[in-house]
């Protein structure tokens, strides 16, 4: 471990400025350390985009490598530790599905369609949303991005995560006549009118977080007194009302950070992410602080990247740049995808910071 870490350090100070290394929070801890910054997948997208570095090194899934893609310029090169660090709720939903979903809405419904797609999805969905003038959603601001399309009047085609659309549709106040369910057959939740339904959920779901249960919950209140429980909110609606809070994986970092001393957490997302933050604030700690996973639910994808594959990522990209081999594991985005995808990834960002 020591020897591959100082192996990556001297790559890091051959490639100085030229690579910048963005991290998911729920990457390795060790992967996290050797990162020039970790955060959740909207602070990555816009930080992606502010990047100057010739080659963006991004340790996350593939969705996340292609949202940087997409906001990168036509001379920087962007490149996954692992190809096959895929997502499958990313997998349940491609193009065709989503303009054939769309259509369907669009048949039953009166009202102007505006298609929402949650970051976990890949280029080709995101695109069939600039097309449409939709927008890219992430768990720290679908809230923002559902209320805007809806205050003007439109409804809502959300995918592909059925839960952060419906936990989205109850911080609206939403009512059960205000949603419909749209399955991965294509049929929409049958009801007497669509007239008043403002959101229309797409049926993909994470199994990371769904299987955390109201039992899990109930279990970790009976065994610490004065715990806090904080989930994220891919996890079932019914976790959701039992927990205390619910946000992205920054919105829960801060949560425990800025938390007083001896506070006690249970947390509901991915194992290696709850790891970490009780490696940084738990007992040991100057913070003191108890978290507690809800139950062990790693993100097997995510940890895919290791130290040794982070390692012969920079490898290849010296071997590059001083023309000795190819690029390997570059993520490049279908030229047919790029617009469209990249207006709908900027409208995310228009909306989140009131430029819209
Ligand atoms: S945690 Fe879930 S949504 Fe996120 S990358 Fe893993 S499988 Fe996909």
Redo the contacts with the bound molecule.
């Keep these: 471990m020591e020897k591959i870490i100082e192996q990556i350090k001297e790559y890091k100070n051959i490639l100085g400025n030229s690579v910048v290394i963005p991290a998911h929070h729920?990457q390795r801890p060790e992967v996290v350390a050797l990162s020039d910054f970790a955060g959740d997948s909207y602070m990555l997208a816009v930080e992606a985009a502010k990047q100057t570095s010739d080659f963006i090194l991004f340790c996350g899934?593939r969705f996340m490598a292609e949202g940087a893609s997409v906001l990168a310029s036509e001379n920087q090169h962007v490149v996954i530790p692992e190809l096959l660090a895929g997502?499958?709720?990313?997998d349940m939903i491609n193009e065709s599905h989503a303009r054939k979903a769309f259509e369907e809405i669009s048949r039953v419904s009166k009202r102007i369609i505006a298609p929402v797609v949650y970051m976990?999805s890949y280029a080709d969905v995101k695109s069939f949303c600039g097309e449409h003038d939709g927008a890219v959603c992430t768990s720290s601001n679908a809230l923002k991005i559902s209320s805007h399309f809806i205050a003007k009047g439109e409804s809502l085609f959300f995918f592909p995560d059925y839960n952060l659309g419906i936990n989205t549709a109850d911080s609206l106040g939403l009512k059960e006549n205000e949603v419909a369910r749209i399955g991965r057959d294509l049929k929409v939740e049958d009801k007497e009118s669509y007239d008043d339904v403002k959101m229309f959920l797409w049926d993909g779901f994470?199994?990371?977080?769904k299987v955390f249960t109201v039992g899990d919950v109930e279990a970790a209140r009976e065994k610490y007194d004065n715990i806090s429980i904080i989930v994220h909110p891919?996890c079932n609606r019914d976790v959701v009302k039992s927990s205390d809070i619910s946000g992205s994986t920054a919105q829960i970092l801060n949560q425990i950070r800025d938390s007083k001393p001896g506070s006690v957490w249970g947390v509901g997302t991915?194992y290696n992410f709850i790891d970490r933050l009780a490696r940084e604030y738990g007992p040991g700690t100057e913070h003191n602080k108890t978290i507690v996973p809800l139950r062990i639910s790693p993100?097997v994808?995510?940890e895919k990247t290791t130290l040794q594959k982070l390692a012969f990522s920079l490898e290849s990209i010296i071997e590059f740049r001083e023309g000795r081999g190819e690029l390997k594991s570059e993520i490049r985005v279908q030229q047919k995808y790029k617009d469209g995808a990249r207006k709908a990834l900027n409208s995310m960002i228009e909306i989140v910071e009131n430029k819209r």
């Design positions: 729920y899934v997502c499958p709720m990313a976990n994470c199994h990371v977080h891919e991915d993100c994808n995510m």
